[in-house]
């Protein structure tokens, strides 16, 4: 069955640090992979997208992703963290059927 | 654009009570889904359509209905209102199985 894991439920990082944030999928043929980002009392917007070339994807707001077959993951990477970074972040695989199926998610925290 | 919009934003309902969330898209996506989002368990598929006249079953489905009349409209109804359906629920929509879904703002729904 499709899955995906984020290990973390929250993460802090200072103000100027890098960030990864890490996510791991199951799914049986090649993935559409995402990364949405949520801030609290709003909906999901989408930061970046993989389905197939690059394996080093670019999105919004300065983040990028790498996906490593090998290792069934989607890392989300920037970096240096900002404090309107602080948020939620979801990574998501597109699943058969159309569906998407999302990670538990991990928050951001941001210290100045 | 309005994109997908959801009304109501916020809704109290007492156990054993129905009532309907409403969602609408402009973009002429065929693809629309409902979830419902509770902390610490990411995103969960309730039902999801492929096209007018078309619903599926997603992850967590009891509970609910729904139904596809027209492409825009993707109503999510709820048959007896319990507790355990307190949740922010959100509509998505997408245009193909490859393309990000776009989603609306949320309705917070709380079941006394």
């Known amino acids: 069955a499709q899955s995906v894991t984020q290990p973390d439920i929250h993460i802090t990082v200072s103000e100027g640090a890098s960030l990864e944030l890490r996510c791991n999928y199951s799914?049986?043929?090649?993935?559409?992979l995402f990364w949405y980002v949520q801030s609290p009392g709003q909906g999901l917007q989408l930061l970046l997208k993989?389905?197939?070339?690059?394996?080093l994807v670019q999105g919004i707001k300065g983040f990028e992703a790498e996906f490593k077959r090998s290792q069934s993951s989607f890392n989300l990477r920037k970096p240096s963290v900002h404090w309107s970074d602080a948020a939620e972040y979801f990574c998501?695989?597109?699943?058969?059927?159309?569906?998407?199926?999302f990670g538990a998610g991990t928050r951001l925290f941001v210290k100045a | 654009n309005a994109g997908v919009t959801q009304t109501p934003k916020f809704q109290v309902l007492k156990t054993g009570q129905s009532m309907t969330l409403q969602c609408a898209q402009d973009?002429?996506?065929?693809?629309m889904s409902w979830y419902r989002q509770d902390p610490g368990m990411g995103l969960r598929l309730i039902h999801y359509?492929?096209?007018?006249?078309?619903?599926d079953q997603g992850e967590v489905p009891n509970g609910y209905n729904v139904s596809r009349s027209t492409t825009e409209d993707f109503p999510l109804r709820l048959l007896s209102a319990a507790p355990s359906q307190t949740s922010v629920y959100f509509c998505?929509?997408?245009?193909?199985?490859?393309?990000?879904?776009?989603f609306g703002q949320g309705t917070r729904l709380t079941v006394v």
């Open positions: 998505a929509s997408t245009y193909d199985r490859n393309t990000e879904a776009f």
């Open positions: 799914y049986g043929a090649t993935p559409y």
């Open positions: 359509s492929v096209g007018a006249g078309i619903t």
């Open positions: 998501a695989v597109g699943a058969r059927g159309f569906k998407t199926i």
């Open positions: 993989y389905f197939s070339g690059d394996t």
């Open positions: 973009m002429n996506h065929e693809y």
